[in-house]
């Protein structure tokens, strides 16, 4: 599996309440990266006879999330798009050409079923921690290693790489971060190996990172959202991104299926 490296951000929008820490650090990644930041409100109006002026309503909320990540950054190409279809179809679509989609909420179906690295923000503090990378054994976790090294060096700093796990188990942990940074070749990271449940323990290191990177699933996990990335989902105080290699994830759309097509903003 390869991470993306082409193509736009994109950040989903639904809300400026819930949204403006996910449109303040797409704009930085798409800046960061010289890449396109496409912002998208997956729109799902009323019936007929509402359907105009809630249309233009979302039209009004994405323009102001463009505002807002032009403020916030300046210099960077945001562009409004409105694509009709509820957010869990529309964003997995869309993540098809994308080089990392940025949501602010817990949207279980778009971590999921993504085909690039998705980044939930709903921190409204500008992350200033180390980028931590938590893997295990699987090739997510490698991913996730590879991930956060690009995401340090971007930001002038290190990776740190973390594995949690159970008490009397520390040497098979050591040997889990030992073979995870050979496979990926990073030198320049810092270890650290942290002991208790998986998923609550993630949640308060998140409270300390600036970003926090893992897999969607683990080694022995099955289905499409592993159960601690679930609780990472669910629980992360910053940042957190799922990283996705290029290839068909599970639960996607089938051939013949209806999907979004993107298409500019315009008013009606």
Do not use: N
């Not at 996910?22 to 890449?35: H, I, K, N, P, T």
């Amino acid at each position: 599996m390869q991470i993306p490296t082409q193509g736009p951000v994109v950040v989903g929008v639904g809300g400026p309440a819930t949204d403006a820490a996910a449109v303040r650090l797409a704009a930085r990644e798409a800046c960061s990266r010289g890449r396109v930041l496409q912002v998208v409100h997956a729109f799902t109006g009323p019936g007929d006879a509402g359907w105009g002026p809630a249309r233009r309503a979302a039209s009004h909320l994405v323009e102001e999330a463009v505002s807002l990540a032009k403020r916030s950054t300046p210099g960077v190409d945001a562009r409004p798009h409105l694509v009709d279809g509820p957010p869990g179809r529309v964003l997995p679509h869309l993540s098809r050409g994308a080089v990392l989609v940025v949501i602010g909420g817990p949207l279980v179906e778009v971590v999921a079923r993504a085909w690039c690295p998705v980044v939930v923000s709903r921190a409204q503090r500008t992350p200033s921690g180390p980028v931590v990378a938590a893997v295990d054994g699987s090739p997510y976790g490698a991913l996730a290693l590879r991930f956060a090294v690009e995401a340090a060096g971007r930001r002038g700093g290190t990776a740190h790489v973390v594995h949690v796990t159970e008490p009397g188990r520390e040497a098979d942990g050591q040997r889990v971060l030992d073979e995870v940074t050979a496979r990926v070749g990073a030198v320049a990271v810092r270890h650290r190996l942290l002991i208790g449940p998986p998923g609550a323990t993630l949640v308060r290191m998140s409270r300390r990172a600036g970003l926090l990177v893992l897999g969607p699933r683990g080694a022995d996990a099955a289905g499409r959202l592993g159960s601690v990335a679930g609780e990472v989902l669910r629980g992360t105080a910053g940042p957190a991104v799922f990283v996705h290699g290029a290839r068909r994830p599970a639960g996607f759309v089938k051939p013949g299926d209806d999907v979004p097509v993107l298409l500019p903003l315009t008013h009606t």
